[in-house]
């Protein structure tokens, strides 16, 4: 694949004429479409991003997963989480597969051959990604990781800054939001579903810290893009996001296919 995100099939014997040859070329030349759904944490993207993969058979890239996994390793390895040479050597070297679960529940992470899915997933984790992420040059060490995962036939993307700087050209922005309250109380439930001890008032403190820090940075904020569509998810159900969604799902790849 080309650094735009074209996949070029070559011609095996180009066309003299050179109209027909532009047509062939236009042909032959496919655009890897990508859906970008950035928002803020717990807003529901990722389940949503799942969802619209599966419905159309593309592959899934949750970026903030590989800031996640950068900040356990530099735990792991004790760099520092201001330490930015440190942060951009460990980022270039990171050693992280993302692999269909043996139940196919979902994606399992391996950092350095161990199973760091559930760590990976817990306040703290989030925390630390929300540190390493503000250090602009640990975000430009990430940003050709995340842009391989374009790959045919299609990419659902979920993070903060996936339509604004990774994925600029995507042919479909969504923007989710959520108040901080609705937000925590739906991670307070998932934290209880699965037996964990949570406290919400706890949560609303942490996910507006998070919140405030991802907006408020210099680099790749969290932010709508100008052409993002932005659904407010407080009072809906995921069916109603999901209904939403399809409709401008359907809008929109029909525009890609006939650009
Ligand atoms: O989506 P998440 O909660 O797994 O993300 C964890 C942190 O990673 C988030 O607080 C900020 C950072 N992040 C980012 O800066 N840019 C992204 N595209 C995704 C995540």
Known sequence: ??????????????????ASYISYILAMTQKIPVITIDGPSGVGKGTVMLRLAH???????????IYRVLALAALKHQIALDDVAGLVKLAAELDVVFQAAPDLSGVQVILEKT???????TEATGEAASQV??????????LQRQRDFQQAPGLVAD??????VVFPEAALKIFLTASAEERAKRRYKQ???????????????????RDQRD????????????????IDTTELSIDAVMAQLMTLVATHLDAVATD
């Open 1 to 18: 694949m080309s650094d735009d995100g074209y996949r070029l099939i070559r011609p095996t014997k180009p066309p003299r004429q050179q």
């Open 55 to 65: 419905f159309l058979g593309w592959h899934t890239l949750d970026s903030g997963a």
């Open 115 to 121: 199973d760091v899915t559930s760590t990976l997933r």
């Open 133 to 142: 992420a503000v250090i602009p040059e640990v975000r430009a060490a990430l």
């Open 159 to 164: 993070g903060r800054d996936m339509g604004t």
């Open 191 to 209: 934290l209880k579903e699965k037996g964990i001890d949570a406290n919400l008032t706890n949560l609303v403190k942490e996910i507006s810290t």
């Open 215 to 230: 907006r408020e940075r210099a680099t790749a904020p969290l932010k709508p893009a100008a052409d993002a569509t932005q």
